[in-house]
């Protein structure tokens, strides 16, 4: 289908040239000519972004492309999504983040980092901030259905508020509804043992493999 | 510039959101200016060579400082200055500071590009997990190490009577109140007993704590505060800024560009580097620590830092009076002889651009007390024999010793190295045997390769 994929090609330039508004404009083009919306999220959107991923990865582009290029995805995407729930219809997401920096610790970037390529993979991400209290923490996970709960600490003094959010979810008798994920400059898979996180990831890209792997088969 | 006047701009400057302060002012300008001034990396050198490339990643940073200011992260407003306040600041940096007191006291300075000035060392454990029991015992090591100027960052102590600490709650004051003593008692016993102590207890206001002429940190004992990525300063490096300076602490400034982040590549995090230099400066910083992070690898020696690193000193040191150092962490560890390759491959690189001495530390330390005085004492050595080296003679060097590990800087595969307890005899706190044959074949190794050691 010759418009489809034109329409398709100006998606994925959207992304590749970091432009909002031609990822909105493409997003509206395909909701105009009535193509298939979740083909048009796949292919417009969610594989030129994982190229960007990879590219970021690479150090091809850095960190302010990629934040450009998930800013024009999340513009697109919201028109297409818009247009899918007035037809019923509903993007899978691979599960549900909510994720931010633990209390006492300010660090945003590696943080925001991780959120950013989950979302770019599939995963609806609620990112949270800086600077949280375990109670603010559950409350979102709670409010946003979440799937998992992702806990950053950038300070090996500001960690100790990881084990207190996956204890305080053993107290309430949630910890089993979430799937606990923990990283950090001084976060180890030793640390993450030690309290009863359910999984440790080393960086942003490492995230989302150990996600994917924990999250196979529900999608959502 | 007065603490005062910056402390008010935190409460009256322009409001902006985190993200719009990261990404409208300092990538945007970054990546601009980085262009006009035709700063760039070529993707193979290790040192740069280029002075007139350095000089424009000075004029670069100092117009990107210019049109970013700092960012208050917790009253989210933009603390911006005149090019007239900036100008004037620098003119009054200075280019020596006293540290320590009596006999023990010690100066660092400015060095130029290629000083045949020894560097100034700064070294301990670099703010690795110590245990209570030995604080004080790998500490008074440390300090014993002739070569060491300055014992730096004692250590965190995450827990106390096998307590972990929350940085904000009373036992973290306490905490803090020991790691002055046992800073003090180690540094006593080493027979050094006025020896300046950089001191870095905790990420919090607390830290305040460990300050007492008698039994802790003194006034004569540079004191660390640390800028958030990038250009950004919080309520409590604030608070603890606002009380050291009053105190009369020399200030310890440091900050961490992050490569792959809101500069770019090494070249772009390069410029960024040169505005927070002068931001430490502005904000009163008498000593500034350059920390590359690295969006791939938490270390520092991979060759965009080693790059990085040598631009933005050489960049300080022909164009300001700054007293630059450079943090050196490393993804072997203690005990492995890659750890001592790595921190002498950027120590060939930091100190023949003008650069002083700070570390070394893994990266991912193992545990508690992954560190070694010995080793400490290697990386002083070789900071001082690069003193005399050129930067054409210290390349090859770095590229040969980049060749030892270039592929074992994943901080999982890296080797895990061993705790001070293991490396060292703790009845005559000396060197265990195999600890010592490490030091031995890694000196002879970079003797082999031209590195003037005696």
Known sequence: MPDAERIYEAMKKSIETYDSDAAVAAAEEAVAAGLDLLEAVEVGFANPIRELGESFHRMEIFLPELTMGA?????????????????????????????????????????????????????????????????????????????????????????????????????????????????????????????????????????????????????? | MNFKEIAKRCETGPLTESKDFLMKSVAANAMKLTKEYEVSWDGKTFVNLDDEMADRCWQAGKELFLKTGIYSMNSTRVIEFSEEEVEESLRFVQPQLAMG?????????????????KPFVFCGPFNANVHEEMFVRLNEAFSREKLVDCLFFPGYLNEVDGQLIRPTSALATRMAILYGQWSREAVRRAGRPDMAIAGHAVMAPSEIACTNEEWGLRSTDPRAIVLISELQVDDVSMTRLAYYQAYGCPIYMAFTPLIGGYGGNPAGTAVVAVASFIASAMLGGEVVHIGPQHMNYKQQTNQHSLFLSSLANQAIARNSNIIATTSHTTS????????????????????????????????????????SPLMGRLFAEVAHAAAGLSREAATPIVEALYETYKDKMDLENAPKGEPFEDLYDLTTLEPTAEHQAVYDQVKGELVRLGVPLH
């Open chain 1, 71 to 220: 800013d024009a995805m999340k513009a697109g995407v919201d028109v297409l999504e818009r247009a899918l729930d007035e037809s019923g219809g509903k993007i899978e997401k691979k599960a549900v983040v909510v994720i931010g920096t633990v209390e006492g610790d300010i660090h945003d970037i590696g943080k925001s980092v991780v959120a950013t390529l989950l979302h770019a993979n599939g995963y609806q991400v609620h990112d949270l901030g800086i600077d949280l209290p375990a109670t603010r923490i559950i409350e979102a996970a709670e409010s946003h259905s979440a799937d998992v709960i992702a806990l950053s600490a950038l300070l090996s003094t500001t960690m100790l508020y990881q084990r207190d959010v996956v204890e305080l979810l053993q107290n309430k008798g949630l910890k089993d509804k979430y799937y606990v994920l923990v990283g950090g400059a001084p976060v180890t898979q030793a640390w993450a043992d030690e309290i009863g996180a359910d999984g440790f990831a080393h960086d942003a890209f490492d995230a989302v493999q150990v996600l994917d792997k924990a999250m196979e088969g529900r999608a959502k």
């Open chain 2, 101 to 117: 007191a009596g006999k023990d006291r010690v100066v660092a300075h400015h060095r130029q590009v290629e000083d045949s000035r």
């Open chain 2, 332 to 371: 072997g560890r203690p005990g492995d002889p890659q750890y001592a390759r790595e921190f002498s491959a950027l120590a060939l690189a930091s100190v023949t651009s003008g650069s002083n001495v700070s570390g070394p530390r893994p990266a991912e330390p193992l545990g508690f007390n992954n560190v």
